[in-house]
């Protein structure tokens, strides 16, 4: 069996298992727009360097990205300011829940990483940064669309909305992180440019088209089209691997071995380096927030392939 | 050039350029054994899968592992009792000092991780569990000497009474989690144990020697002498990745891009999953505590033989 | 000499040494209303239960009451909804700076005092309940009116449009509590009105008198009009003297031995029960944001009349 | 009816009221000396300024004072080194359990206060300073009968012995101190000191006279011997009023009015100051760890005769 016809298989294999799962988690109920995804809901997707496409479950059916998002702005605001990025926001697992405020107090409102909430507020302040919120928006879209390869990408306006409607924890973090000037900008621009980038709806196919120049070196290899260089891919994998899933990154890296991020939407992103880019979506959490079923079936995957980035 | 040559071109470059850089950290100085080394040593030794050996520097001069042999007790502890040892200790960063008790008193007396000082207590309990601290000293030791294939390895009796005897802040700990039954021995036996293993005396090359296992799927190639399962190898590797270098964990996985386990004694074991098992030594700490040069030398190894495990 | 006239004469000492004393503190900087007030200003003012007023210093020149604001505002509260007022705050002192969000994040939202900004702010949103803010801010100032037998005291809108401009700590903390559904207004109105009651500007003169009825069982002893219960002042004067000095409560009790509460503003209301009301003014703060000369002159004070509640 | 006799039934009321109660807390259980005792106890004992005493319930029982001790150690330790004492540990409200030691990390090693674990401690650390733990035992012991007036007053030797066995969490709090050069005895000693010291038994009768001094300006009235100054005795009541029943001290402010400190056997010891020395003692605790009946009993008291601080 060739290799792909073989990840093909796996692939269509843990689709059919995680189909038949009864523990799925928690839907993320803070606003009705997640609460009332259905449950049954799996999808995973992997693109090889070749360009195969291996799918299973419901690869085409959009989901909220939310934190997903997070690591295409964080390559965004680097291309855009390069290493002054890092006065803004840390490089450290936090040792804390996704939404804490504590780290903020004992560290004068620089946020631990950029995948955390106040880390990825802090990162969207970069891009925003005297533009137009709506200017902002637009840049990030765009730049997904660019990613994807696909026009279609939309925001979904209405989980915008919620969020903002809802968004008192986020609303703190970013009225601290101005107090200590961390937040530069008026920080309900900051926070609506914040709240409309996790709103982003795609699909796994999307999305794991999306990740694939950081599983090769910074370019997409279909296209040819460089995003970033070799070495900034790497070190945003390797943020992904020791902060991508909160309070869960070691967890996630013990068990599946391979940088990801993931949001409450269900979504994870995943990167084997130079072998694959990997989408997959199902809406219950777990305890950490992150997909309970997502990264079970992450870990299936790597075991079945040999794509942990721990060794064979 | 062949690999093993330009190995040992890269290995030997390095040293000479550590050996002249001026920045050399501060050496540890709670205890005179450590304070009393000279920050100019350094050393640096590759060892690959078949076995070759580039080692540039003082490759030959003992030096104390301290934490770095809080990689070895996992190892053993893991084998003694397997996943059990994860009611003692978690799986997770700390995003606190070394020695901080402040998430044990949130956690109710469990650390987050097995390389904090409180963790590798926790795990240095699990292996005495009612054995005597000499029966449990002498485990470790001939663990060591069997993993680096030689025997001639000792403990510095001297480090090890100086840690007792300015101890306070991990006698500290250790009662804190005896409060809440998750130390089990009697303090003292615990401890006894804990400052002896890391109180072991190695070389870079017989470092580099011992962690080849982790290295090679959890054999010695040269051997095959299997140590621990591929999959417990690839664990251990994802824990020194996420959590191998206290609050500096991040940086270290975003310069380096390898698996890693520090020690105050400026010394540091990597590990290039399937490429090769690395040990540097630079007695000279950052604020984080980890080898100043050590780091650096490390970033420039990966970066000039492409080995990050978040790819090339 | 008459109990009056030592009084007097002791008033006049102190409000003397005060005005020779070169160790005055840092004023509050933050808003340039309060950074441009003058740190030579000194005014002490102590009402006795026969209605006598002893004054020293500036007793006639108006300052910003800022956070001794806090002691009416909860008084109004516990008039309009009684011990129903626990339910949104508590009633401990912190251990922490006066405006920390690290407590609220372990306590889920619910400040641990009325006195501290969080708790303050949470006192104000109950006030507010449902009202427009200015209706609220109306029936505060009328409150502060009623109480200082004047009319003409004022809201300085300059100040509360700069507290406004830079309060992102509070707008932090507001929706934090927000999130935990401590407040229940929108959190723009209750800021509003928090922010305005900070910035009602006194004199020394009317403060005493203001503060008449903690010390005479909850009625103004000139006036005979009833307050709140004899219970119920007891009780604010015991939570101004565990709470009323932030993270300076413990040393204030020690040192002056009165119930008091401080503002920013270098305000201190401070009440000897039974014996007199008590307003002392002097811009320059220690560091733990109270005033430095007022907590000095209250401590003179106290010994030399033998108020302390603690003993003679 | 004379104030006396007023007094006696007040208390012979309070007595027979708490006998009713079926609401009794739970008693401390960490050690058998505890948990053996009989929630049903309870006794209230009143020595006012002429030496009359007012005896309600088991007045002549002991009881093992536990943290009580700590007012007369830091009495004791006030008179050896006086204000250099506050080099070792501080003087404000702590806003964490007793036993908390996340905020030691934060301050370095220094406790907030003479009445929480930590700060007694470091209290009877000053205490031996040198000496032989038998001598400073033997120090304590003598000073609480001279202030009892009772030589039969003795330890509990299988209390201390139990407290030394089960004592973790101290020991890690006594190291803890210990890194930061805070405590600077042998652990082992002033943690010997310490727990016999909470171990001392006594009767509320022998306790109501040990504390007359405090609500006499530092002298016993009945034989006039002066214990410390008229401003030590106000200090001392300051800093039991703001700390003197942990995380329950705003509680207690608020509710008794009286400065008072609690022990974990279920004795408070409360000071009117100018009218009355009171112990009461009743087993069982509350949330917070202090007695539960003894903290309604004293509310009742002081508000049947009028003795709150805070005003009639």
């Not at 290799?3 to 692939?11: D, K, N, P």
């Not at 004068?108 to 950029?114: A, E, L, S």
């Not at 902060?243 to 990801?260: I, K, M, N, Q, T």
């Not at 990997?278 to 992150?290: C, E, Q, S, T």
Request: charged share 20%.
């Amino acid at each position: 069996m060739s290799h792909t016809a073989h990840l093909e298989t796996v692939v269509r294999e843990i689709a059919e298992e995680m189909a038949q799962r009864t523990d799925r988690g928690e839907v993320a109920s803070y606003i009705p727009e997640l609460g009332n995804v259905d449950p049954g809901h799996f999808a995973l997707v992997v693109t090889d360097a070749e360009g195969n496409v291996a799918a299973g479950g419901d690869a085409d059916v959009p989901f909220s990205i939310q934190s997903i998002s997070k690591v295409f702005t964080l390559t965004l605001a680097l291309g855009m300011v390069g290493d002054r990025l890092w006065r803004h926001v840390g490089r450290e697992p936090s040792g804390n829940a996704f939404n804490s405020i504590v780290q903020l107090e004992r560290e004068r409102g620089v946020p631990r990483n950029p995948f955390i909430n106040a880390g990825a507020i802090a990162v969207t302040d970069v891009i925003l940064s005297g533009h137009q919120p709506r200017e902002a928006i637009g840049e990030i879209l765009r730049f997904m669309r660019f990613l994807a390869g696909d026009p279609s990408i939309v925001i979904d306006e209405k989980v915008a909305a919620s969020e903002k409607r809802t968004g008192f924890r986020n609303t703190a973090l970013a009225n601290y992180m101005k107090s200590f000037g961390v937040v530069e900008n008026p920080v309900d621009f900051t926070l609506g440019v914040y709240f409309h980038h996790c709103a982003i709806a795609m699909t796994c196919r999307q999305l794991a088209t999306a990740g694939r120049f950081l599983a090769y070196s910074g370019k997409n290899p279909s296209t040819g089209l460089s995003v970033v260089s070799a070495e900034r891919a790497r070190r945003i994998n390797a943020l992904m691997l020791t902060c991508g899933h909160y309070d869960g990154s070691g967890e996630f890296a013990y068990r599946v071995g391979l940088p990801g991020k993931s949001g409450v939407g269900g979504g994870i992103m995943a990167i084997a380096p130079g072998k694959a880019s990997i989408a997959v979506w199902a809406p219950g959490l777990d305890k950490a927030g992150n997909s309970h079923l997502g990264r079970i079936a992450l870990e299936a995957l790597t075991k079945r392939m040999g794509w942990s980035i721990f060794g064979v």
